[in-house]
């Protein structure tokens, strides 16, 4: 696994250590915060990205029927909603990886029948060689789904919107294609009995990125209808043709304002995350609109430190930056200086060496943590989720936010 690691860690310093202008990093005025009901939606998607982990996890017991597991599925909001359809397993530790659900999420006793989904959950990647590969790996040219018009069955038959001058990083589309053919069908059946449910794609980390391919085989490719994605920490997919696709399929052009919170993608962020951040920019990689970014560095988060982003890149939020031009020509040089300087606990430009080429206290492990810290701790399929979460209360947003920072 060395030889996957040294590229990385070497373009990391070579990144935030070549000499360019200073870039300002993200800042995090939120001014108006986010609704209760998009926070406890938000809030418990992620428990349940948080279950997928329990799938391809040996000794975990994975996931079984009607919807048991070693981690959140006795939750009170989750248990008696969810019904497995099934749990997929692609591979371990691979290029290919993907594991994660498909379930129904029946409405609860005092919702509307049509707040029933189908969700398809995206597990994130365990292995660090594995992540470093998906974020290093050259980009492909990107085809919506299904290619062939007459090859698939969709249900628009290829004819739908189609992805011009696109490119897709090739370790994302791998993951999907592997798992597509275990989803698709899982989903069509799903829609037959139950055609009123709405189809809600949830992912972590790599998944994010597998759940946005599959949100746009699903409404460019087969034309469905009902069909939101809701990611965490989602890395960059693809190119500028490929962000300007996605906005248009989901309806996030002109995403002035924030856009407003009925959004059919949300693309949740987090300060401190460098996921959303990679691939770099120098290799063409862009981010989308949708992003909502939690502004609190530890956990937990209260309505009031979320912030609705505007279009594909606000200034305040974790994807904006100071100083570059409309085609990314700088990077994200500053906010990797300050980043790590936060984690060696020095003030800026202290912790630099010039003789060895690479920062004193530069811990690439920090950053997957502060990458799993949305809502929960993210990623440990044992009771209670992972420890640190331990003790914490469930939360309440009767209460005060003060109080809530206090769970």
């Known amino acids: 696994m060395k030889p996957l690691i040294s590229p990385l860690l070497g373009l990391l310093y070579t990144t935030t250590t070549a000499q360019a202008n200073p870039i300002s990093s993200p800042t995090a005025s939120n001014k108006n915060g986010i609704s209760p009901q998009l926070f406890s939606s938000l809030e418990r998607l992620s428990r349940l990205v948080d279950i997928s982990y329990c799938v391809g996890t040996p000794g975990t017991g994975g996931l079984s ?4 597991c070693s981690s959140r599925c006795g939750d009170v909001d989750i248990s008696g909603r969810l019904e497995l359809i ?10 290919e990886d993907s594991c994660g659900f498909v379930a129904f999420d029946h409405p609860g006793v005092q919702q509307d029948r049509k707040e029933g989904k189908i969700v398809v959950a995206f597990r994130g990647t365990y292995s660090l060689a594995n992540t470093i590969v998906d974020l290093s790996t050259v980009p492909q040219e990107y085809v919506p789904y299904p290619a062939d018009p007459d090859g698939d069955g969709g249900d628009k038959k290829g004819k739908g919107p189609r992805c011009n001058n696109c490119t897709v990083h090739m370790g994302f589309m791998a993951s999907w294609k592997a798992a597509r053919e275990i989803v698709v069908p899982a989903v069509e059946k799903a829609r037959k009995r139950y055609p009123g449910y709405g189809v809600e794609l949830v992912g972590h980390s790599l998944g994010g990125a ?3 391919l599959a949100g746009l085989e699903m409404r460019a490719g087969r034309g469905w209808e009902g069909v939101r994605v809701a990611t965490f920490g989602e890395p960059m997919v693809g190119n500028k043709g490929l962000v300007e696709f996605v906005d248009e399929v989901f309806g996030l052009k002109g995403d002035a304002g924030g856009g407003g919170e ?3 993608y949300r693309r949740v962020t987090h300060k401190g995350d460098p996921v959303p951040l990679l691939p770099l920019r120098e290799w063409g990689f862009r981010s989308h609109a949708g992003e909502i970014f939690i502004t609190k560095g530890d956990l937990p988060p209260g309505p009031k430190d979320l912030r609705l982003c505007e279009g594909d890149r606000d200034k305040d939020c974790l994807n904006g930056e100071d100083g570059d031009d409309e085609e990314g020509e700088e990077s994200d040089k500053g ?3 300050e980043m790590v300087n936060e984690l060696g606990g020095k003030e800026e430009g202290e ?5 060895t080429g690479w920062p004193t206290r530069f811990k690439l492990w920090q950053l997957l943590f502060a990458h799993r810290d949305y809502f929960w701790r993210l990623g440990l399929c044992v009771p209670g989720g992972d420890p640190i979460d331990w003790g914490r209360g ?3 947003l009767t209460e005060s936010d003060d109080e809530m920072r206090d769970l």
């Open 86 to 95: 099934r749990s997929w397993n692609t591979g371990f530790l691979s290029m």
């Open 262 to 264: 009925d959004k059919a």
């Open 65 to 68: 029927p009607p919807f048991s």
């Open 210 to 212: 597998v759940a946005m």
């Open 351 to 355: 912790m630099w060496e010039t003789e």
């Open 394 to 396: 469930r939360y309440n």
């Open 335 to 337: 906010w990797f200086r």
